[in-house]
């Protein structure tokens, strides 16, 4: 007997929260910090207002979909063309969880082992992961429902840690003509949403669809953490040396002492972060498998999801690996395929369904 | 799949332990008995070569520290060729406390090790950073030779600046925020000194002692702040602990203490350039004994005069080198000017206004206690 793979909205929320979380240490705040400048602490309060207009589309889409994206697909572009997009969305999984694996091995390398090679972390997070991808994804969304405590805990410890040294003068002044670089900050945040849409292949698991009432709270959340991180990084480094770092929310955490007795927490706040790295590779794996097996009319995707953990891995060892290429790919191109698989379908969807009558 | 789990699991684990005969893939492993802990790196550049030089923590067993010295053509390969150099262990960089630049160095410029120093997976920002005047930090790590720790020493000084000294010291982190906001930065100065005395509570002979600021500009060491000009310094950039002073008032020599909250800093109008306002209000304790009593009314004047004095001389220097080593651009942004919307020259045309206003406390003293429940006669 099997036994229902199902996900509660909660549980969906938390996945998306922690998922988050693995990307924004990726390119936060350096990258608002290399934008807006001081008004990057703006960048997060501003995403409201474009992340409002997602959550409402994505929303409207959900309620008369509850199915999730591959039913929203198949009904509105037919099966055929369903099916292929569907397998696209999962060859797009791979690429992105090989890069996400390659990205996290060059996190551990640039900020605490370096000289080791990449292909070790890979390889070990591929593991790891696939195996976590080829059972149930419920398991998964009851571990980022754990992790997502974990995660909160640590981010407020290290605020903690680090009020007494933020030098506030440091993100003034603010003035309304920053308003315009916060902005565009804020659509990069608003991208983070991307990882809902993805997410939303899940759709069919869920026991009942989310309501925005779950989901607002912790969006909220991640803003504040988001213009939390900013302020600790633009009050302890200034804008300049925040936008050169690689990993300043990192270099901010080395510094930290506990007590005057307790030093060096770096390894163990890098090592944390793990877990969004888990559950975010996990669910695409996982999303990637079940993608290929409804495209390719497979029975499980058990079997495929060793295969998709494994071309990610292959994808990963391809990837350019010094920290300017992987600076580039994680700043430029990923963001804007993450943009355009999560954003450009939705009013392509949207108009195909009018078209055909089925929304 | 679940059979499979565990024995992957226990191996994956296996291979991250670091046991073995081996490293094992775990490259960061270090056996921790065989670790030197250095505590102060110095950099020096000779001929225009760069000179590395490290002294571990004194051993457990209170032998004499570790000390290495290299040449290299830079800090990564330096510290490479360091571990060459000892005689036993292995150096650790991770607990560095202190970076300490000789003079040379300083002058070509603290760039590069402010950037290793953020890069490294080692170092850390929060190391305080030192520069020694007229002499290189190696002559500062080797100091006396047997017995010596710049460890100890520089722990003196860092704690004894923090209470009573004219200057104060910068880390790494504030040094390289400076430079890169304000293009300009202090660096506490180190001078060796042979004493007859007891310094800081340390033993007679050769150590260290606090000599005021190393102006950098651009990254590259410019000059010096001497004396009551670095207290000047170290008072606007509110870093001033309790500094002890002589003032002539009254017909004597009055000592007191002195302390003081930041100054206010003020803009007090942008038209025609920049306007400053700098408020002090510090206060005075009388300490010392005096043959020819002063009413504190003259010693707060004279206190007034001597320290607007400063004050003024600091800023015609911050002036006339057009650097903002007094971080008053910081003082400016909390008002909203941003530093990018400032001209150029801002600083050589500004015109700053100084106002000084001490108040004068009288300190412990028996006399004054008399008739109340010290028990002094009445």
């Known amino acids: ?359 | 799949m679940k059979r499979l789990f565990f024995p992957l699991a226990a191996l994956a684990l296996l291979t991250l332990s670091g046991c073995g005969l081996s490293r094992g893939i775990y490259s960061n492993y270090r056996a921790i008995e065989e670790l030197q802990l250095v505590r102060t790196l110095g950099l020096d550049a000779d001929d225009g070569a760069l000179v590395l030089s490290a002294a571990a923590a004194r051993a457990q067993d209170g032998g004499a520290p570790v000390i290495a010295r290299c040449a290299a053509t830079g800090i990564p390969q330096g510290l490479d060729a360091l571990q060459l150099r000892v005689p036993r262990g292995q150096l650790h960089f991770a607990h560095t406390q202190y970076i300490v630049l000789g003079e040379d160095y300083a002058a070509r410029g603290v760039g590069d090790a402010l950037d290793f120093v953020e890069r490294d997976i080692h170092t850390r920002l929060g190391a305080a950073l030192f520069v020694v005047r007229d002499g290189t930090a190696e002559a500062l790590l080797t100091g006396s030779g047997e017995g010596w720790d710049v460890g100890d020493v520089l722990t003196e000084v860092l704690a004894e600046t923090s209470r009573h000294g004219d200057c104060c010291v910068f880390d790494a982190r504030e040094t390289a925020v400076d430079l890169s906001e304000y293009g300009t930065a202090l660096i506490c100065a180190l001078r060796l000194k042979d004493t007859q005395d007891s310094v800081f509570g340390l033993p007679p002979g050769l150590t260290a002692v606090p000599d005021g600021y190393g102006i950098l500009r651009g990254g590259a060491l410019v000059g010096w702040l001497d004396g009551a000009d670095a207290r000047a310094a170290s008072f606007v950039r509110g870093k001033l602990g309790t500094v002890t002073l002589a003032v002539p008032a009254g017909g004597g020599t009055v000592t007191v203490e002195l302390s003081a909250p930041p100054p206010e800093i003020e803009l007090v109008s942008a038209e025609g350039g920049i306007v400053l306002s700098l408020s002090a209000a510090p206060e005075a304790v009388i300490v010392g004994q005096t043959e020819t009593k002063p009413d504190t009314r003259s010693l707060a004047a004279a206190l007034d005069a001597q320290l607007r004095e400063a004050l003024e001389r600091v800023l015609e220097r911050a002036r006339a080198e057009n650097c903002d080593f007094l971080a008053l651009t910081r003082a400016l942004r909390t008002q909203g000017v941003a530093p990018a919307a400032l001209p150029p020259d801002w600083l050589r045309t500004l015109d700053a206004r100084v106002t000084v206003h001490t108040t004068v406390r009288p300190g412990y003293d028996m006399d004054a206690r008399a008739g109340t429940d010290g028990g002094g006669a009445a």
């Open chain 1, 1 to 359: 007997m099997t036994r229902r793979d199902t996900i509660s909205p909660r549980q969906f929320v938390a996945c998306a929260f922690v998922a988050a979380l693995s990307l924004l240490i990726r390119r936060f705040p350096r990258a608002l910090a290399e934008r807006a400048g001081a008004a990057a602490v703006l960048a997060a309060p501003l995403s409201v207002l474009p992340l409002a207009v997602g959550l409402a589309a994505a929303f409207a889409l959900c309620r008369k979909k509850p199915a999730g994206v591959p039913g929203l697909l198949t009904d509105t572009l037919g099966q055929a063309a369903g099916r292929v997009l569907t397998g696209v969305y999962g060859l797009w999984f791979v690429g992105y969880a090989g890069f996400l694996l390659r990205s996290g091995a060059e996190r551990f390398l640039t900020t605490v082992y370096t000289g080791t090679q990449p292909w070790l972390f890979v390889g070990i997070m591929a593991l790891v992961c696939a195996l976590a991808a080829a059972g149930r994804c419920a398991p998964i969304a009851r571990a980022a429902m754990i992790f997502r405590r974990g995660m909160l805990a640590l981010v407020a410890l290290v605020a903690l840690l680090t009020a007494k040294d933020l030098d506030l003068a440091l993100l003034q002044p603010l003035k309304l003509s920053d308003l315009r670089a916060a902005a565009a900050a804020g659509l990069e945040v608003a991208n983070l949403l991307s990882i809902g849409f993805f997410l939303g292949f899940l759709g069919a698991r869920l026991d009942k669809p989310v309501r925005l009432t779950d989901a607002a709270p912790w969006i909220a959340v991640l803003l504040g953490i988001i213009a939390l991180m900013t302020v600790e990084c633009l009050g302890m480094f200034g804008q300049e040396l925040t936008a050169m770092m690689r990993f300043p929310y990192f270099m901010l955490v080395r510094d930290l002492t506990v007590l005057g007795a307790l030093e060096r927490l770096e390894p163990i706040v890098i090592v944390l972060w793990f877990f969004p790295d888990f559950i975010l590779i996990s669910l695409l794996l996982h999303m990637a498998a079940q993608n290929l097996r409804f495209a390719l009319g497979a029975r499980t995707h058990r079997l495929l999801a060793p295969v998709c953990a494994a071309l990610a891995v292959a994808a990963a060892l391809a990837l350019p690996g010094g920290t300017d290429q992987q600076q580039t790919l994680s700043e430029s191109l990923v963001p804007l395929l993450c943009a355009a698989f999560a954003f450009a379908p939705v009013p392509a969807l949207l108009l195909a369904a009018a078209f055909r009558k089925k929304l």
